[in-house]
């Protein structure tokens, strides 16, 4: 099978389409012919080894093939696997195994579900990690009620629109934050308000929030504190974007919030997320109901998967990015 591969760390250039052996199923897994994948910043972590604290854990990407998200057709079961058959629509998060940007992949069941009726297998890639991260920071740990005011700091981004249409589909007041060229986008999604970041600083407005889910990292926990109602919580779930390289990243802001959070009493989470088959049945409900809607920048076929990456991480991209595998 064709397979987009890298043997180290470093920019697109070390990504390359080659031949590997199709993958056989173990017992607990399923075989998928992947027809769509998508990208994201997890994609160009792994790929430079960015930030390079992480490169301590593992001196090389592990494993081979690259991609998270993935929608397909099953091609064959385990031996373990009673509730999915050969010929079923599904989507899901392979998780660190990775493998997306392929022909085929094994899963785990535990990480696969049916598709969401009505959607295209493009549509369905894009769901899985990204959508996923918001809606365990807004209903599971934040605990997003009715009438809460939300702040949503990169709203236009891969997790960022979906946390903006999950946010509202909890009854909440959202607001989103992003530059003006998206503030039509993410408006369109459902946010009751935009702020342009480019040209105001939400943390520095004079309003207050219930819930803030910092998705970028790009302003500090004494800040983003700043905007919390009393009770309120600040999930920190921040991706960020590629700058060059370095030592922390992210990491930064997450490592210090770890260490603080028992000691003031502003509640703040730092979410970890992992593949869950439960979360993607809650997402298809969302999806058929009419609560969600992926949206999507650009499609790139399997073989330019370097250029999507590239495009993802410098910032361009808005909403989702999507690998056609079998058009």
């Known amino acids: ?54 490169r301590v854990a593992m001196s090389r990407p592990r ?18 696997i009673g509730d999915l058959a050969v010929g079923d629509r599904v989507y899901g ?3 660190e195994s990775e493998g997306a940007f392929a022909e085929y992949a094994v ?11 009505g959607l295209t297998f493009e549509q369905a890639a894009a769901l899985p990690l990204a959508a996923t991260t918001a809606l365990m ?15 949503v700091n990169g709203a236009s981004g891969g997790v960022g629109t979906f946390a903006v249409q999950i946010a509202k589909a909890l009854g909440a007041h959202v607001t989103g934050v992003c530059s003006a060229r998206n503030a039509e986008l993410v408006t369109a999604l459902g946010a009751d308000e935009v702020i342009d970041y480019t040209r105001t600083d939400a943390t520095r407005t004079g309003a207050s929030y219930d819930v803030v889910l910092d998705l970028v990292g790009n302003h500090s926990l004494r800040s983003l504190r700043r905007v919390l109602a ?9 991706g960020g ?18 260490l603080v959070a028992p000691f003031i009493h502003d509640r703040v989470v730092v979410l970890e997320t992992a593949p869950s088959a439960s979360h993607l049945a809650a997402l298809r409900d969302l999806v058929e109901s009419g609560y969600l809607s992926p949206a999507i ?15 993802l991480e410098q910032e361009h991209a808005r909403a989702k990015v999507i690998i056609s595998v079998l058009g």
């Not at 930064?252 to 919030?257: E, H």
Request: charged share 20%; aromatic share 4%; hydrophobic share 40%.
């Open 230 to 238: 009393p009770g309120g919580v600040v999930v920190l779930s921040g």
């Open 241 to 258: 974007v590629f700058q060059g390289g370095s030592l922390a990243g992210p990491m930064a802001l997450i490592v210090k919030a770890k």
């Open 63 to 80: 494993g081979q093939a690259r991609g998270r998200d993935v929608a397909g057709i099953v091609e064959a079961v385990g031996t373990e």
């Open 93 to 95: 998060d392979l998780g």
């Open 137 to 151: 920071g807004l209903r599971d740990a934040a605990e997003t009620a009715p009438g809460q005011r939300v702040l």
């Open 297 to 311: 920048d650009r499609t790139f076929p399997l073989v330019d998967t370097p250029a999507a990456i590239s495009y």
């Open 107 to 117: 899963a785990r069941r535990g990480c696969v579900d049916r598709m969401p009726a």
């Open 1 to 54: 099978m064709k397979a987009i591969v890298q043997h180290c760390y470093g920019g697109p250039e070390q990504l390359r389409l080659e031949d590997l052996r199709t993958p056989e199923p173990a017992a607990d897994q399923v075989l998928i012919r992947v027809h769509a994948a998508s990208v994201n910043a997890y994609d160009w972590h792994v790929m430079r080894g960015d930030p390079r604290l992480a």
